[in-house]
């Protein structure tokens, strides 16, 4: 029943992103040249069927091959489809028939505004949370992105695992979303307005770190978030004092993670190597890695640097074999800011 509402909403209700009733759909982040750059390639009618919560855009892209579920119109997807280059690979997933129909109409289109001599995108059609439906190999993809879709879905769990099988070792699944502070009450989640408008579908934020571990996704980290208003007075009345966030969050696949960020004396050093990050690189909201910096880490954070792509833009000082105890900082609270403000800090754990 949850999917035929969201294929109505998104299909037939929705035309354009002006047809929104909150503002929990939009993306209210300073872009980077380099993106705006791309998105200025991406079809007009593609872009007018945007509907997403963030910038999926995580970095060290070339050459990757990249799943992204709930792909809609395809404008991640094409902005994807220049970052990987003509040698990487994009495939779309969506349920909804007008999204693709829309999607695959400007493939040739954007091969051709890319200058590729084949387009490195394609759109398949099916359900997030059955993706051994398709045709789609375990361990095959560097990164799974998702740009305010996973809350849509009625079966969550099943998503993060089928996302853990899809990844390679190493891999992660980069996405933003929106969460609540609290668990959404059992009416307001059978409200077909506000679940397609992305709040009484938000998972409750502890809930998806509990689920994302279980999945196996053993330490998810917070890349950035922003509280929403809602600015619609009738659906800020029905939600009452349930909060709502945009977070993007990164959960990388890796075994033998710690459950706490674990101390061992070991410490990177950012080589300023990564494209258009030449100054520090953000891992996650409570790592910001300045270039040519001794930068202390847990054997988590070590781990999600030294075992997956992002290994050649660092050197690495020790090792794992003198444990020093848990770091300091590690709670259960909120994690998200409810004033808008951001971290800056120049080192800790999450």
């Not at 969201?6 to 993306?27: P, R």
């Not at 995108?121 to 993809?141: A, T």
């Not at 009416?187 to 409750?204: I, K, N, Q, R, T």
Request: hydrophobic share 35%.
């Amino acid at each position: 029943m949850k999917h035929e509402q969201i294929k109505d909403y998104y299909g037939k209700v929705l035309h354009g992103s002006d047809d929104l009733q909150t503002n929990a759909c939009c993306t209210d982040t300073d872009l980077p040249d380099y993106i705006k750059s791309a998105l200025s390639k991406v079809h007009d009618e593609v872009m007018a069927r945007y509907y997403g919560c963030g910038l999926v855009n995580p970095a060290e892209l070339k050459g990757m091959r990249i799943l992204d579920l709930g792909a809609g119109s395809g404008r991640d997807c094409y902005v994807l489809s220049q970052l990987v280059g003509e040698d990487g690979e994009v495939v779309g997933v969506d349920m909804t028939e007008e999204q693709l129909d829309v999607a695959n109409r400007h493939i040739d289109y954007h091969a051709e505004k890319f200058g590729y001599g084949a387009s490195n995108v394609r759109f398949l059609k099916g359900y997030i949370e059955r993706l051994d439906d398709l045709d789609l190999e375990d361990n095959s993809f560097d990164l799974i992105v998702s740009n305010c879709v996973i809350n849509l879905s009625p079966d969550k769990q099943a998503v993060l695992e089928q996302a853990y099988r899809l990844l390679k070792p190493g891999g992660e699944i980069y996405f933003s979303d929106v969460y609540a502070g609290r668990r959404i009450p059992s009416h307001l989640a059978e409200d077909p307005v506000l679940y397609g408008e992305c709040l009484s579908g938000a998972f409750y934020w502890h809930d998806f770190v509990t689920t994302a571990k279980a999945a196996g996704f053993l330490d998810p980290r917070l890349v950035e978030d922003r509280p929403l208003t809602i600015d619609n007075p009738e659906i800020e009345q029905k939600v009452g004092h349930i909060g709502f966030y945009s977070a993007t969050y990164r959960l990388f696949k890796l075994l033998n993670l710690d459950p706490q960020c674990e101390d061992y004396g070991q410490a990177v050093i950012y080589k300023g190597t990564i494209d258009h990050h030449p100054h520090s690189y953000l891992l996650d909201k409570h790592h910001l890695i300045e270039t040519g910096k001794v930068f202390p880490v847990c054997r988590n954070t070590w781990q999600m640097l030294h075992d997956t792509r992002l290994a050649r833009h660092f050197d690495f000082i020790g090792d794992d074999s003198t444990h020093y105890g848990v770091f300091e900082g590690c709670g259960t609270t909120l994690p998200f800011d409810t004033t808008g403000g951001s971290d800056e800090s120049g080192g800790g754990c999450c």
